[in-house]
């Protein structure tokens, strides 16, 4: 089935999109790892997704508004007061868009666990864990989504 479009107004967009937008859309996608994260996904390679994404959380969900979640392919990543005595992990803000992922010993499970640095604006550094992990060191406080 073929679609023309007479309209000048659509049929010039169109043209734009097919000599420029999709190109520069997919030099974004494999720049980023998107592409081989599908790749990945649909069985085509072997690996892990890698990656570190923002989840936003639903508008349905009042008291999560403009927060987000910080994930790294299927993990997702929490504060816990342990890691982060001096912000109040429910109330701080995610500042930088950068993050470091390093291996953390993790006593309760006696191995390196990957965590990730982050920054909120005035410069204070933040810890994320493995979700799984919260909990293990003791009486705490865990907070998933962050006000961005």
Not at 24 to 37: A, D, K, P, V
Not at 69 to 81: D, K, Q, R
Not at 123 to 139: A, C, D, S, V
Request: net charge neutral; glycine share 8%; charged share 20%.
């Amino acid at each position: 089935m073929t679609v023309y479009i007479q309209d000048g107004f659509w049929r010039d967009r169109l043209e734009v999109n097919a000599r420029r937008a999709i190109f520069h859309q997919w030099e974004q996608l494999e720049t980023s790892g998107c592409i081989e994260n599908f790749r990945i996904a649909a069985g085509e390679i072997d690996g892990f997704r890698y990656g570190y994404a923002l989840r936003r959380a639903s508008l349905r969900v009042r008291g999560h508004r403009g927060k987000v979640a910080l994930t790294h392919g299927p993990i997702v990543y929490c504060l816990e007061s342990v890691d982060n005595p001096d912000v109040d992990i429910f109330t701080v803000r995610l500042g930088s868009k950068r993050w470091e992922m390093f291996d953390q010993f993790f006593p309760p499970l006696g191995e390196h666990v990957h965590a990730i640095y982050a920054q909120t604006p005035e410069g204070k550094q933040l810890t994320f864990i493995p979700y799984f992990l919260w909990g293990n060191r003791g009486l705490s406080q865990m907070n998933v989504w962050i006000i961005q």
